[in-house]
């Protein structure tokens, strides 16, 4: 069956404490990775899509990377309004739609 | 510039009341997903339309469950005979699937909370 894992399920840290979040997946035939922030109370607002094992993608504090089991959220010096909780979702080669992880709740204090 | 609209944010219904949630999706595009959110659960899908096809609704209840997505207007997903395990948040994404591949990352709206009393 196909499933995606995130870990840890919360994190806090501190400003400017550079940590990672990890999204393991097990998919037949994966043909996109996606990272999305959502906030309390909205809707998830895209970040990244990574399509293949060795991809990277950067904007501002935060990198994704993707190996052909997992993908990480890197976030440097992590500011409070990157507080957030953090998803990822895979598509896999034999479904249409996106399997969804059950995120990580990220706490930044200043 | 109109990203993924949905209406009502809030609605309130009493058991055995119908509900219908309204998505207008990003203009150009041309695929809709319908999903439910329920705070230990995560995202879960529940349906994907094109203009006027149900391509994937194996997320859905077969009962009292249904959504369109007309050739005009917006994409609905109307739930008849409301109970109260169907709270829950709603979201509606759109996506243009023009990407490699055919796949496109999705852009959410900011949902419907649906409480049921």
């Known amino acids: 069956e196909d499933q995606v894992t995130q870990s840890p399920e919360a994190l806090r840290l501190q400003e400017g404490e550079s940590s990672s979040l990890n999204c393991s997946y097990t998919?037949?035939?994966?043909?996109?990775l996606f990272w999305y922030r959502q906030d309390p109370g909205k809707g998830p607002e895209f970040l990244f899509t990574l399509y293949s094992a060795g991809e990277e993608k950067e904007k501002e504090r935060l990198k994704a990377t993707l190996t052909k089991k997992e993908s990480f959220l890197h976030i440097t010096a992590p500011k409070p309004e990157d507080s957030a909780t953090y998803l990822c979702a895979a598509y896999a080669g034999n479904n249409r739609k996106l399997i969804w992880g059950l995120g990580t709740s990220l706490a930044v204090n200043p | 510039n109109a990203g993924v609209m949905q209406n009502p944010r809030h609605l309130v219904r009493r058991r055995g009341q119908e509900a219908r949630l309204r998505c207008s999706p990003v203009k150009g595009h041309s695929h809709v997903y319908w999903y439910r959110q329920l705070p230990e659960e995560g995202l879960k899908f529940m349906v994907y339309?094109?203009?006027?096809?149900?391509?994937?609704e194996s997320g859905m209840p077969k009962e009292r469950f249904s959504a369109e997505f007309p050739k005009e207007g917006p994409s609905i997903l109307r739930i008849q005979q409301v109970v109260r395990g169907d709270s829950a948040a709603y979201f509606c994404?759109?996506?243009?699937?023009?990407?490699?591949?055919?796949?496109?990352?999705?852009?959410f709206g900011p949902g419907t909370r649906l409480t049921v009393t």
């Open positions: 998919v037949s035939g994966l043909r996109g």
């Open positions: 994404a759109s996506s243009p699937q023009n990407g490699p591949g055919g796949i496109d990352e999705q852009y």
């Open positions: 339309l094109q203009k006027e096809n149900i391509i994937d």
